[in-house]
């Protein structure tokens, strides 16, 4: 595996790695309870830190199909709840018709980062973090 297309996929591995933590730490110490939609994002998010961090240790570039794989689903799922989140689809579409609404707003950081478009940016980086180290591998 070329330098460059390691390299990538580290700070995509790191990407993964902040998403979890920063997921856990939204549940496990602010207390903020996921929606359905959340729970959704973190079937795609946490398998990421695993393997990602295989195809980092084996240096296999073609692993990082299984990655992007996981990241699309991630970010369709993010892409929805941030478009339900914001208004853009109607409240009587969204999946959680019982317990806590996927359309609520619990947390604002700095203003207008919201969790939901939080988990769209970190699918979105490390889409496009994986894409580069593919097409770098490809090179070599």
């Known amino acids: 595996m070329p330098r460059r297309a390691w390299t990538l996929l580290l700070v995509a591995w790191l990407a993964s790695l ?6 856990l730490f939204f549940s496990e110490v602010m207390l903020l309870q996921p929606c359905l939609l959340c729970w959704y994002q973190r079937v795609a998010m946490f398998p990421l830190v695993l393997v990602l961090g295989i195809a980092l240790y084996r240096e296999d570039v073609g692993s990082v199909l299984y990655g992007l794989g996981l990241a699309a ?14 208004g853009w689809i109607p409240e009587n579409l969204q999946p959680c018709s019982t317990g806590l609404s996927c359309a609520e707003v619990d947390l604002r950081l700095v203003g207008f980062l919201t969790i939901p478009l939080m988990s769209l940016l970190a699918f979105t980086v490390i889409i496009g973090l994986l894409e580069a180290a593919r097409r770098q591998g490809v090179r070599a």
């Open 18 to 23: 902040a998403g979890t933590l920063g997921s």
């Open 73 to 86: 689903a991630g970010w369709l799922v993010a892409g929805y709840h941030f478009l339900l989140y914001t």
